[in-house]
Antibody, heavy 117, light 110 residues
């Protein structure tokens, strides 16, 4: 069974850093792209970027380039999304999802990130 | 605003049929496969249709997808109250070099 299990909800202050995780199982982690999707009430679903864990090749949406960093640790089949300086506008639900081609065939349960002073 | 355009809401009675449309352009729907995702309240999205009209294992044949030109359509027959959810279309945009989604359509089964 393919599973993507994300880390728990976070409450942070503006300017702080954060790294959330997505632990996968049930498939070969190194041979499928895995991506991150942001969901906010106002903007719906937004594709942020993807990583190929086999060689860490990464592609970002222009909207998120330079704003976040996507990484992966092959040894523990886990992908990460991190921010160095959070803003209030980063408040959202974040999903990791496994790619099959350009479809997202399995999703994590989501991590709610709240950034507030 | 989302790159792909969906109607905000649609409603129908149990047992009826509904269609949800998704409009894009030549850089996205026109030249790439479309997928559809169902998001039940309080849960993560789930893949419903991929490559325009294929259903993953476990998805009933009440759900169907089609594509014509720069538009795609999701069809749901034999509506059930359990189908109440938000439905999103998604594809790749070759100009933006990113995945793109529609704004979502909220289905209400009256």
């Amino acid at each position: 069974e393919v599973l993507l299990v994300q880390s728990g909800a976070e409450v942070k202050k503006p300017g702080e850093s954060l790294k959330i995780s997505c632990k996968t199982s049930g498939y070969r982690f190194t041979t499928s792209w895995i991506g991150w999707v942001r969901q906010t009430p106002g903007k719906g679903l937004e594709w942020m970027g993807i990583i190929y864990p086999g060689d860490s090749d990464t592609t970002y949406s222009p909207s998120f380039q330079g704003q976040v960093t996507i990484s992966a640790d092959k040894s523990i089949s886990t992908a990460y999304l991190q921010w160095s300086t959070l803003k209030a506008s980063d408040t959202a639900m974040y999903y990791c999802a496994k790619h099959r081609g350009r479809d997202l065939d399995y999703w994590g349960q989501g991590t709610l990130v709240t950034v507030s002073s | 605003q989302s790159v792909l355009t969906q109607s905000p809401s649609v409603s129908a009675a149990p047992g009826q049929k509904v269609t949800i449309s998704c409009s894009g352009s030549s850089s996205n729907i026109g030249n790439n496969y479309v997928s559809w995702y169902q998001q039940l309240p309080g849960t993560a999205p789930k893949l419903l249709i991929y490559e325009n009209n294929k259903r993953p294992s476990g998805i009933p044949d009440r759900f169907s997808g089609s594509k014509s030109g720069t538009s795609a359509t999701l069809g749901i027959t034999g509506l059930q109250t359990g189908d109440e959810a938000d439905y999103y279309c998604g594809t790749w945009d070759s100009s933006l070099t990113t995945g793109v989604f529609g704004g979502g359509t909220k289905l209400t089964v009256l």
